[in-house]
């Protein structure tokens, strides 16, 4: 298996894409923070079923963290990353210095609309405009034909889904499914920060989704008590802060107050010094 291709400065990215459109490739695009898990290689893999050309980008983006938020410790090792992309058909990686990504002066932001008053955009104030500058600008850069994320993110996914169709950008959004470990919890590059008590803790996260869907999987149509039943289910793990527990509306992330198979259920939560997210729908389908 030969070295996975590194680059760093837009010049040199933009010569292998210009390399790789004029032998007719398709380029499909995965952008990350990097430090990647098994649920980032199946975005790859997506990545690789969908087109003949995939690059990976590792870019821990100062934009989307706030001052007291985790932008130091994130973790970060890319000689790992490099080894375990090149396992899976990746053909390039992209890895910028935050001065290639953010040149002195830059100041030009990509602001979300009311998709992003609830949530995640409620409890991080501009961690979405700092989510939509980077993929944007990451769009602008690589120009891919079809760019693959993660249902994890579910509604940072439904506003890179947005901006794409306000601004017309000529990329296809393909979302891929979240990956669990076999005792149900989402894999996510925090999961490094937690101990084994901690790890045993984050549990309660699909404990609550499940529970909430097996609900519905009953004949419950109010979301009200999808609510309660996580909110019970989170009481029985009280180190564990909650942010949020919704039942929303999978375009807009608007709360309902009936729901069917379409809707949305997200949680996030602190377990320990640590920030998890985890959601799913319903039951696909479902009426």
Do not use: C
């Not at 890319?78 to 001065?99: C, I, K, S």
């Not at 802060?241 to 809707?263: E, I, K, M, N, R």
């Amino acid at each position: 298996m030969s070295e996975l291709p590194v680059v760093r400065a837009i010049d040199d990215l933009r010569s292998a894409i210009a390399a790789a459109r004029r032998a007719g490739r398709r380029i499909a695009f995965v952008p990350t923070m990097g430090a990647l898990h098994e649920g980032h290689l199946r975005l790859l893999d997506r990545a690789a079923a969908e087109a003949d050309f995939v690059v990976l980008s590792i870019f821990v983006n100062p934009l989307q963290f706030a001052p007291h938020e985790d932008l130091a410790r994130y973790p970060r090792d890319l000689a790992r990353d490099q080894a375990l992309a090149a396992t899976r058909g990746t053909h390039l990686l992209f890895a910028p210095p935050v001065e290639t990504m953010y040149p002195t002066g830059a100041e030009t932001r990509v602001v979300p609309g009311p998709t992003a008053d609830h949530w995640e955009g409620a409890v991080r104030p501009g961690h979405f405009t700092g989510v939509l500058t980077v993929v944007l600008k990451l769009f602008q850069l690589v120009q891919p034909d079809v760019a693959i994320f993660g249902q994890k993110d579910a509604q940072q996914v439904a506003l890179v889904q947005r901006m794409v169709r306000d601004f017309d950008v000529p990329v296809r959004i393909v979302v891929a499914p979240t990956v669990r470990e076999a005792d149900g919890l989402a894999l996510s590059s925090r999961n490094a920060f937690l101990s084994a008590a901690e790890r045993g803790q984050a549990l309660v996260l699909s404990r609550a989704l499940q529970a909430a869907q097996a609900r519905f999987a009953a004949g419950e149509r109010r979301a009200a008590p999808l609510h309660e039943i996580m909110a019970a289910v989170f009481a029985t793990e009280p180190s564990v802060h909650v942010d949020y527990l919704s039942v929303v509306d999978p375009l807009s992330f608007a709360p309902v107050d009936a729901v069917s198979g379409d809707t949305l259920i997200a949680v996030a939560a602190r377990v320990g010094q640590t920030r998890l997210l985890d959601n799913l729908v319903l039951g696909p389908g479902v009426s």
